[in-house]
């Protein structure tokens, strides 16, 4: 997450990207000193609003060239929500799969923990009622149609 600037007259621009390398936010613009730099995200995209889960990257690039970038795995928030029919599409951008090894640090972002493990295939699970819980597992570069009856 550190990167050493060393040559302060340089632009550096501090950037977040989606899976499919779409712009989500700038964190930071403008000349540092020399030394270490360091620019946290906050997980927020450009609007403010939480991201999805998945896989992001934020990259640091100097005068237009990217110098430095490491992978985010966002976890534990709302990827998919129904549309009016009660669908839920999640698209593959929101499902962490096929990236490894991703780091995995604490909550506050202070300690490296290892790595995340992360395999070719997602449980969902949905919770209907106490005591009433479905589930389906979806496969990567499978489409998944799951009817569930409430």
Do not use: C
Request: aromatic content about 12%.
């Amino acid at each position: 997450k550190t990167y050493q600037v060393v040559a302060p007259n340089k632009t550096i621009r501090v950037i977040v990207y989606d899976r499919g390398n779409r712009f989500l936010r700038l964190l930071f613009q403008g000349r540092s000193s020399l030394g270490p730099l360091v620019v946290e995200w906050d997980q927020r995209d450009a609007l403010g609003s939480l991201v999805p889960s998945g896989v992001y990257s934020v990259q640091y690039v100097v005068d237009g060239q990217a110098m430095m970038s490491y992978p985010v795995t966002v976890s534990g928030r709302i990827t998919a929500r129904t549309d009016s029919l009660g669908h839920y599409v999640i698209s593959d951008e929101n499902l962490p799969v096929g990236f490894y090894p991703v780091p995995l640090y604490t909550p506050d972002g202070t300690s490296y923990l290892g790595n995340y493990r992360i395999s070719s295939y997602v449980l969902l699970e949905f919770q209907l009622e106490p005591r009433r819980v479905a589930g389906v597992s979806l496969v990567r570069d499978r489409v998944t149609r799951y009817d569930l009856k409430v």
